[in-house]
Nanobody, 128 residues
Framework: VQLQASGGGLVQTGNSLRLSCAAS??????????IGWFRKAPGKEREGVSC????????HYAGFVKGRFTISRDNDKNAVYLQMNSLKPEDTAIYYC????????????????????WGRGTQVTVSS
């Protein structure tokens, strides 16, 4: 199973983007999985951005995006979104969505691990 992130682009500081996450395999329902968003900037370690649980819809955000980013699901469309507002140049990175089977994902401290499926990312570039 591959996950595909899309919706990236080049925007100016303060603008918004909405990233989408979809599964490439037919029959793979994202609502059965905890979903996370990670990002990797040049010269920096990969970092967790946000997650949403499979069970109760609990969400979690890294401190550097809290209040600016919102993660959500659309089960009818089998998609997960990351709405990114008030973008800053330091948000520039490749963004990846990931999925995990562990029922406790995105709760009880299991925010950014363990995940089982990773996919191709989408580039987000924020100009100053």
């Amino acid at each position: 199973v591959q996950l595909q992130a899309s919706g990236g682009g080049l925007v100016q500081t303060g603008n918004s983007l909405r990233l989408s996450c979809a599964a490439s395999a037919r029959g793979f329902s994202l609502d059965n999985y905890g979903i996370g968003w990670f990002r990797k900037a040049p010269g920096k370690e990969r970092e967790g951005v946000s997650c949403i649980s499979s069970s109760d819809g609990n969400t979690h955000y890294a401190g550097f995006v809290k209040g600016r980013f919102t993660i959500s699901r659309d089960n009818d469309k089998n998609a997960v979104y990351l709405q990114m507002n008030s973008l800053k140049p330091e948000d520039t990175a490749i963004y990846y969505c990931v999925a995990g089977r562990f029922p406790g994902l995105c709760s009880g401290g299991y925010y950014f691990a363990p995940y089982d499926f990773w996919g191709r990312g989408t580039q987000v570039t924020v100009s100053s």
